[in-house]
C-alpha cells in the first residue's frame, strides 16, 4: 500500500502561481510513474500531467507552457509547477503513483481555487 501526501493548494488569483507537492510512501523504484491528475465540479478527472521513472513528462493540452511536472526520486516527490493560472484551472488535484505492477494509487487531493 502506498499513500500519498498533498500540499501546496489554495486561492490564487488569474495569473498567479502555485507549486503542488506530493509525498509517496515506500520505495521510488517500486513506482513507474507519478503525476497529476484534476477533476473539476461537475467534470470527470483528467490528467494534468505525469513523469516517469526515467523522466519523461506528458501534459494535457489545456496546461502545456504553462505547467512543469517535477519528480525528485531520492525523496519520492513529485511537484507540480502552476504558473499563469487561469479559472478554468479550478479543481481538486490528486496526485497519482503507479506502480510497475500496474497498479494506481491515489491521494486525497488538494484543491486549487483560481479567482478574482
Known amino acids: 500500500q502506498v499513500q500519498l501526501v498533498e500540499s501546496g493548494g489554495g486561492l490564487v488569483q488569474p495569473g498567479g502561481s502555485l507549486r503542488l507537492s506530493c509525498t509517496a510512501s515506500g520505495s521510488a523504484s517500486d513506482n513507474n510513474a507519478m503525476g497529476w491528475y484534476r477533476q473539476a465540479p461537475g467534470k470527470e478527472r483528467e490528467l494534468v500531467a505525469d513523469?516517469?521513472?526515467?523522466?519523461?513528462?506528458k501534459y494535457a493540452d489545456s496546461v502545456k507552457g504553462r505547467f512543469t511536472i517535477s519528480r525528485d526520486i531520492a525523496k519520492n516527490m513529485v511537484y507540480l509547477q502552476m504558473n499563469s493560472l487561469k479559472p478554468e484551472d479550478t479543481a481538486v488535484y490528486y496526485c497519482?503513483?503507479?506502480?510497475?505492477?500496474?497498479?494506481?494509487?491515489w491521494g486525497k487531493g488538494t484543491l486549487v481555487t483560481v479567482s478574482s
Open positions: 497519482n503513483v503507479r506502480r510497475w505492477s500496474g497498479t494506481n494509487y
Open positions: 513523469i516517469s521513472y526515467g523522466g519523461n513528462t
